[in-house]
């Protein structure tokens, strides 16, 4: 069962019927992690007015679609990094040629290169309404808190980055922050830059790199530790829990559950899928627990036996209160996973 589309204010990304433009919706109008300058960077903000860009998605979902490029397909990306960009990228021109947007794109995913060898790659290129020469790095990522990480922290960074970890723990906070401030957003200002971007008619001088950071931050389930140093307060958060402790999902006595897939997991949300009861949920993830499930990929419903990967992210709805709960499963041995 959908959530219900009058909680505009919580989450309005959730009225929209097409998957992408819920995707895009949540992209342009849920607050990013990060709204504050990072060394010196400014935070990138697509737009001013949220109510004109839900205004303008409406549009787009009452004319059936009809726009000048293509809309990004999920099923057309296997990264949901990628997937990422290319709602973006349709925002930029999409949005320019129907007088939404402020900013001209002038190239994406520009590789720089020394010797031959790849250096980085810009993700964005814009104009804005100024004039002003743009260079965006973008990122969607996922963090869950945990103070039991040994590994110590990159120099120059909060101290308490380092414990906000990637679902996969492969990833950290203060590793992707450091390399984005250090590498990526430096970028324009290497020598290797200059040709392509006097090819772009830029001015390597002038430009002005921003970062665009969304994603989630989990906290632990029922604790309430402090969002990153420098983070968006407003940010979307949710919690994490570890398998073998599935029990405590029983306390959601009223809440009907899903399971999304990875490419689900922007908006947090899923449209025609099966919903369980917590005891439904635990029973699976049980057996999910001892590998008792076969291996398939064919389907989202866990009583038929689908084996997803772990991590996963389950979304509650208390059908009574409206409220959500969005809990990312972690195997028993996470952080320590590799």
């Not at 073998?244 to 689900?264: I, R, S």
Request: net charge negative.
């Amino acid at each position: 069962m959908p959530i219900n589309s009058h909680l505009y204010s919580i989450h309005p990304w959730v009225d929209f019927d097409a998957k992408w433009l819920r995707d895009l919706a949540w992209l342009l109008l849920s607050p990013p992690l990060f709204t504050c300058e990072l060394s010196g960077f400014k935070a990138f903000t697509p737009h001013d007015d949220k109510s004109e860009i839900y205004d303008w998605l409406k549009q787009l979902e009452l004319t059936g679609h009809a726009c000048e490029t293509a809309p990004p397909q999920p099923t057309d990306y296997r990264r949901l990094g990628l997937y990422f960009e290319a709602l973006l990228r349709f925002f930029f021109i999409q949005g320019r040629h129907d007088g939404i947007c402020q900013y001209r794109l002038i190239a994406n995913n520009i590789p720089i290169y020394r010797n031959k060898i790849t250096l980085g790659e810009m993700d964005f290129v814009l104009e804005d309404k100024n004039s002003d020469i743009i260079h965006l790095e973008t990122a969607v990522k996922f963090y869950l808190y945990c103070d039991k990480s040994n590994l110590p922290s990159v120099e120059n960074t909060p101290p308490s980055w380092h414990h906000w970890i990637g679902p996969n723990a492969r990833d950290r906070l203060d590793i992707k922050l450091a390399r984005m401030i250090s590498h990526q957003l430096a970028l324009p200002s290497k020598t290797e830059s200059q040709k392509t971007l006097d090819d772009l008619n830029t001015d390597p001088t002038s430009i002005q790199s921003q970062h665009l950071i969304c994603g989630r931050l989990y906290r632990p389930l029922f604790a309430n530790e402090a969002l990153p140093e420098h983070s968006n307060h407003d940010a979307i958060t949710g919690n994490w829990l570890h398998i073998q402790n599935a029990e405590k999902l029983l306390q959601f006595k009223d809440y009907q559950w899903v399971v999304l897939e990875k490419m689900d997991w922007l908006n947090g949300e899923t449209r025609n899928t099966h919903q369980f009861t917590s005891p439904e949920i635990l029973h699976w993830l049980k057996q999910l627990a001892n590998a008792t499930l076969p291996e398939t990929s064919t389907t989202k419903n866990p009583h038929k036996h689908w084996l997803p990967r772990i991590p996963l992210q389950l979304v509650g709805h208390d059908l009574s209160t409206n409220q959500q709960q969005a809990i990312m499963i972690v195997n028993e041995h996470w952080p320590n996973t590799i």
